[in-house]
């Protein structure tokens, strides 16, 4: 039987209009693939906390969770990673940094097993990339974002599963 699990991300970009990626290089069959900073959400903490939270812990930035605003994002849907089996729902929020030098030392094992590099991508070059980034559907949302148009409501992404 599957669980449910939720996840809290962030589409952090610097001044340069660059967004934050990791490379995963998966495991147990799952494909390697870049990805925002985010995790797991913890029972009964609220998005905005977990999303700072995750942040903190893969890049070492400190960020209030009132900071972050509103999600601006989500996907989700089935998905079996090997490690889990069910159904997934990853809320994703914005905030911009003037610059930032990703400090990976609060990084969990898995991470560290798993995360190869990151790198600070220009949204043309997530236009042209032949890479499997997640979430899908990425460039518009984050076109608008760099360009100072937030949604009015979460934009629904494609599940990439």
Sequence with gaps: MGRRRRSARVLLV???DRLLLFRS????????L??????GVRRLEPLPRAAARELW?????????????????????HADLGWLDGEFEDSFFFHRVAEH???ASHWEAHEART???H???????LAATEEFVVPLGLVPLLTDLVA???PAAPVRLPWHH
Excluded at 34 to 39: E, I, K, Q, S, V
Excluded at 59 to 75: F, I, Q
Excluded at 119 to 124: F, M, P
């Design 34 to 39: 870049w990805m925002t900073p985010g995790g």
């Design 101 to 103: 030098t990703v400090d």
């Design 25 to 32: 290089e998966g495991e147990n069959g799952a494909p390697t």
């Design 57 to 77: 812990e893969e890049t070492g930035l400190r960020v209030a969770p009132a900071a972050l605003g509103e999600r601006v994002a989500w996907t989700g849907g």
């Design 14 to 16: 610097d001044d340069r």
């Design 148 to 150: 100072g148009r937030r």
């Design 119 to 125: 790198r600070w991508w220009s949204v043309a070059e």
């Design 115 to 117: 995360i190869s590099e």
